[in-house]
């Protein structure tokens, strides 16, 4: 049995139809519902519903064997203990500083100023700007994101932007362009030994569906 850890809203809803496209199919009341673990009708696959940072956790710490989680993710996270051996191609967007139209990024970056930055992401902001030389004070938030420099929470943001309505919709320009990111199936390094074959498996099947 091959448990797979992913989360709710986007990425189940494609996964859904990628299984589907596999021959694997979800009890779509129990998807409705608010069951944590969810059967498919291959009794060989289960689900477990998390928050989309936490499926690495649960990957890295063998409580999932597979799991489905963004590239930014998985930055985020670190990766340890975890495969990533297929890009599925779903959940596409990209990380993004951004801050309100107008605002003066190149003066409020200069050498004893530090810039107020708002992220979910936070170990990736911190090695982003550190890379740049620039001094931050990280804020974390969990959502939301682009109020922060709105209501004067923060200069800047760094959060997942796609089509750009939501930056748009809020008054923010993208500054710049931290990483791309699609949703990646991922596995822990020991299931992938002891259930080599099953993985495989499953591999194949998604595999031959992107
Ligand atoms: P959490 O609950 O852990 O804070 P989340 O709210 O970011 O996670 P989702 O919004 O479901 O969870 O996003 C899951 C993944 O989908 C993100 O990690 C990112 O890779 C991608 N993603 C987020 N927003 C978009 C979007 N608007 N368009 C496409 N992909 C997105
Ligand atoms: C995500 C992300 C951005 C938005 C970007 O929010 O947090 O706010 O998408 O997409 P856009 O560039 O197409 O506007 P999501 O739709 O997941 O809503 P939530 O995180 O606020 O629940």
Same mark, same amino acid.
């Given at each position: &049995? ?8 986007? *990425?189940?809803?494609?996964? #859904?139809?990628?299984? !589907?496209?596999?021959? =694997? ?11 944590? *673990? ?13 928050? #989309? ?7 890295? %710490?063998?409580? !999932? ?8 993710? &998985?930055?985020? %996270?670190?990766? /340890? ?8 191609? *779903? ?6 500083v #951004?801050t ?8 409020? !970056?200069?050498?004893?100023?530090r810039l107020r930055v708002a992220t979910?992401y936070v170990?990736?902001t911190r090695?982003h700007f550190?890379?740049?030389?620039v001094?931050v004070d990280i804020i974390?938030?969990?959502?939301? *994101? /682009?109020?922060a420099p709105?209501?004067?929470?923060a200069d800047a943001i760094v ?7 939501? &930056? ?10 931290? &990483? ?6 991922? !596995? ?7 259930? +080599?074959?099953? =993985?495989?498996?499953?591999?194949? +099947? =998604?595999?031959?569906?992107?």
């Amino acid at each position: &049995m091959l448990t797979l850890a992913l989360s709710k809203g986007r *990425i189940l809803e494609d996964t #859904a139809g990628l299984l !589907a496209q596999c021959g =694997i199919r979800l009890d779509s009341s129990a998807v409705d519902s608010r069951q944590l *673990i969810l059967p498919t009708d291959d009794p060989g696959l289960r689900l477990l519903i998390v928050r #989309a940072s936490d499926v690495p956790t649960y990957v890295q %710490h063998g409580a !999932a064997d597979l799991g489905i989680a963004g590239r930014d993710v &998985m930055l985020e %996270h670190g990766g /340890e203990g975890v495969f990533q051996p297929v890009d599925l191609g *779903i959940a596409c967007c990209r990380l993004a500083v #951004a801050t309100r139209q107008g605002f003066d990024s190149p003066r409020a !970056a200069v050498p004893g100023k530090r810039l107020r930055v708002a992220t979910k992401y936070v170990n990736t902001t911190r090695r982003h700007f550190a890379r740049k030389g620039v001094h931050v004070d990280i804020i974390k938030l969990y959502g939301s *994101i /682009e109020l922060a420099p709105l209501v004067g929470l923060a200069d800047a943001i760094v959060d997942v932007v796609e089509t750009g309505t939501t &930056m748009k919709q809020n008054g923010l320009r993208v500054a710049e362009t931290i &990483m791309r990111s699609s949703a990646h199936l991922i !596995a822990n390094k020991n299931s992938f030994i002891i259930k +080599k074959d099953e =993985i495989l498996s499953l591999y194949e +099947k =998604i595999r031959a569906q992107i």
